[in-house]
Nanobody, 128 residues
Framework: QVQLVESGGGLVQAGGSLRLSCAAS????????MGWFRQAPGKERECVAV????????YYADSVKGRFVVSRGNAKNTIYLQMNSLKPEDTAVYYC?????????????????????WGQGTQVTVSS
């Protein structure tokens, strides 16, 4: 059974930085996409940043471009989200997600419905 475990959330002042980590376990993965979604109170879940298994394709929400960087670890089942210049509007629960059926189809990268495995979520709070 696939498990995703996130870490690295917390409380930070506006302008600060945080780094989230997500490690997947349970089986061997290939040709997948893995990334980060977030959900703020009263809002729908949105895609933040995603990277393909090869690292060749990425997706970033317009609201985080230039501030957030998604990357894969040396162990391909691990990803990171470096969040810089954080704003209060970045406050949300951040979820790691895995699409095992990606198969190079970049149009799937930001579609939450295509992700079949999710982490438990980690809270990120940015104070003004």
């Amino acid at each position: 059974q696939v498990q995703l475990v996130e870490s690295g959330g917390g409380l930070v002042q506006a302008g600060g930085s945080l780094r989230l980590s997500c490690a997947a376990s349970g089986r061997t993965f290939s040709n997948y996409a893995m990334g980060w979604f977030r959900q703020a109170p009263g809002k729908e879940r949105e895609c933040v940043a995603v990277v393909s298994w090869s690292g060749g394709s990425t997706y970033y929400a317009d609201s985080v471009k230039g501030r957030f960087v998604v990357s894969r670890g040396n162990a391909k089942n691990t990803i990171y989200l470096q969040m810089n210049s954080l704003k209060p509007e970045d406050t949300a629960v951040y979820y790691c997600a895995l699409d095992l059926n990606y198969s190079g189809r970049d149009w799937r990268l930001n579609r939450s419905a295509d992700y079949d495995h999710w982490g438990q979520g980690t809270q990120v709070t940015v104070s003004s």
